[in-house]
């Protein structure tokens, strides 16, 4: 049997890989104004500044997808 070092430490880039994941996914939940995924997402952010820039490009890239549904959605309230 091999000696235990302790417990297994994943690498950086594996740490990396499954905050941005984890942050992607809490940012599609965002579908509403919610407190509560707003402040998930900021508590996040926060505690992962060595990733903002990655963060920024999450939030730009859902910008982008959500901006054309509001846009028809406006549109939609201006013809009542």
Known sequence: PLPFDGP???S???YMREMIHEYESELAELT??????INNLT???GE???ASDA???LIEKRIHQVRP?????RQILTLR
């Open 8 to 10: 297994a430490v994943p």
């Open 12 to 14: 950086p880039d594996a």
């Open 32 to 37: 509403f104004n919610s407190k509560p995924i």
């Open 43 to 45: 508590i996040i952010a």
């Open 48 to 50: 992962n500044i060595h």
């Open 55 to 57: 963060i920024v490009k």
């Open 69 to 73: 549904i509001c846009t028809i959605y």
